[in-house]
């Protein structure tokens, strides 16, 4: 006797008509053929390093990667070569995501010239094809030129969307500065070297009236002063990354593979991030997608590259240790993943964008099957619940 597929389509309050075609032949059948259909995820934070640096990632491998995470929808940073600095620059990588991409890719302009801070970038003739505007892998160091680039931004209708980092705060450190740094001889960033810029576009966003977004935000001051802020009724957003909601710094292990920019900061940051994504406050949840070599992730925590790779797990690691452990519902990590993400940068879900999960399937996780070029993350051999079977974008199957 044939088994039948069971469906369930996961509806929000956002996108109520969501009511995609699935066509069940495309899923395993088996004794407990029962499956979730989502919107397709969306994440408004990657690295597909593509022009310049394809032996770490290309823009293929990186959206084949979002692919068998669920993601329909990315948008990717600028810190690249060249820089999306002028129209010029962006339209070698509308290029190639044309080309290569089995996703919708949307990619970042640059700030300023080159991602040096003293220039602002050709901003009005990049508008038209650039989801926003960053400098992601670089803080804004001038007061000024942040106010210069948010005026403009508004103007064009546009979200500068920050990484907000002090150079003037680092001290040449890598991890956090707390207990482990301490314990094991370890230069570490200071959590002010985050919040003191956010306090600065905070003020300056609501001087200028600009939509304003920080990127992986990791700290509970950044958190207390994003909900304040959003009580003054400034126009801001802002999102964390798994990581910072499921480690601390004394997760850490001296490996390559545990360096990200920000740091895993300590267990009272990461209360306050969990309490910020309950409350509201922080809105949605991007990976920060970071593929490096393997040869610039085996240097140890001080000289291995910052950043590790997490399109294929978000999902998984999410799903089994906020919402199995009662700490948010499902339909919340759904907005935290899908919803509030388009919604903000302004990103259509179509019908034909959805993907479907088995959430009891239960696995290791192994990088050695991921399909992005990075392998490194701190999560390698974590068990986690929850197998993409499929994910569509477009009408087309791009995961299966």
Same mark, same amino acid.
């Given at each position: 006797?044939?088994q ?9 309050? !956002?996108?109520?008509?969501f ?5 069940t ?18 994440d408004?934070?990657?690295?597909? %390093? ?16 979002? !692919? ?58 990049? !508008? ?18 942040? %106010? ?45 070297s ?18 304003y ?13 994003? %909900?304040? !802020? ?34 895993? %900061? ?7 991030l ?27 925590l ?55 999960w ?43």
């Amino acid at each position: 006797m044939a088994q039948k597929i069971k469906l369930k389509i996961c509806k929000t309050n !956002a996108y109520p008509s969501f009511s995609p075609c699935v066509d069940t032949e495309l899923l395993p059948v088996s004794h407990f053929s029962e499956y979730v259909v989502f919107p397709g995820f969306c994440d408004v934070h990657v690295h597909l %390093r593509q022009p310049g640096f394809s032996y770490k990632e290309t823009i293929k491998s990186g959206s084949l990667a979002a !692919a068998h995470g669920g993601y329909t929808a990315v948008c990717s940073m600028p810190n690249l070569n060249p820089v999306p600095d002028c129209a010029e620059n962006l339209n070698k990588q509308l290029e190639i995501i044309k080309k290569d991409s089995v996703i919708n890719v949307y990619p970042y302009a640059s700030i300023t010239v080159g991602q040096k801070g003293e220039k602002l970038s050709d901003m009005e003739n990049l !508008a038209q094809n650039a989801i926003a505007f960053s400098d992601d892998g670089k803080g804004v160091q001038s007061r000024e030129m942040m %106010r210069e680039a948010m005026l403009k931004a508004k103007s064009l209708g546009k979200i500068i969307a920050a990484h907000c980092e002090d150079n003037s705060l680092l001290f040449g450190g890598y991890i956090n500065l707390g207990e482990y740094a301490k314990r094991h001889g370890h230069r570490g960033i200071c959590s002010e070297s985050e919040w003191k810029p956010i306090e600065r576009d905070l003020k300056l966003a609501g001087e200028t009236g600009c939509a304003y977004h920080i990127c992986h935000v990791s700290c509970k001051q950044s958190v207390e002063l994003v %909900r304040q !802020a959003k009580a003054r009724g400034i126009d801001v957003t802002c999102e964390t990354a798994p990581h910072y909601l499921i480690l601390t710094d004394e997760n850490l292990k001296e490996d390559g593979k545990f360096k990200m920019n920000p740091p895993l %900061r300590s267990q009272e940051d990461r209360q306050a991030l969990i309490e910020g994504i309950k409350d509201g406050t922080i809105d949605m949840i991007a990976t920060d997608h970071a593929p490096h070599s393997a040869e610039e992730k085996s240097r140890g925590l001080e000289k291995s590259a910052f950043g590790i790779v997490g399109l294929e797990t978000a999902f998984q690691l999410l799903y089994t240790h906020l919402v199995k452990k009662d700490i948010i519902s499902l339909e919340r990590l759904i907005e935290l993943m899908a919803v509030n993400p388009r919604k903000r940068f302004n990103i259509p879900l179509e019908n034909g964008d959805y993907t479907v999960w088995d959430l009891n399937g239960k696995q290791l996780i192994d990088p050695e099957e991921f399909l992005s070029m990075g392998k490194a993350t701190p999560f390698e051999n974590t068990e986690v619940y929850g197998k993409c079977v499929l994910t569509v974008c477009g009408g087309k199957t791009v995961y299966n």
